[in-house]
């Protein structure tokens, strides 16, 4: 459909959650390095969030499985990164 805002389009999407085993966690650290920090801004499901002692903290709900954390913090090895178990995460669906 033309002219439907991307915000709509995602919103077809659905997510089942895997409730006590997030498929992707941040590893404890004291000062998120640039890498880490700037996920907070690029994730494009806004799972990053940054804490009041600033670190680095995700909630994996509604991640779309996009690999661009996984990408980012390749070198600095700071996210453990997991695609969901069969049946669980995102599922895409086409408005
Ligand atoms: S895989 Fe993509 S959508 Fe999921 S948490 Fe990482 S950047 Fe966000």
């Known amino acids: 459909m033309s002219g439907t805002k991307i915000e709509e389009k995602l919103f077809q999407n659905r997510y089942l ?16 390095s640039e890498e880490l920090r700037a996920l ?28 661009t954390c ?3 913090t390749q070198e600095t090895g700071e996210i453990e990164w997991n695609y969901p178990r069969g049946g669980y995460g ?3 669906k086409f408005g």
């Open 17 to 32: 959650v895997d409730a006590g085993r997030p498929h992707i966690k941040v590893r404890a650290h004291d000062a998120p």
């Open 90 to 92: 995102v599922l895409f």
């Open 40 to 67: 907070v801004d690029i994730c494009p499901a806004g799972c990053y969030t940054e804490t009041d002692k600033g670190t680095v903290e995700i909630v994996a709900d509604g991640c779309m499985e996009c690999g």
């Open 70 to 72: 996984r990408i980012v």
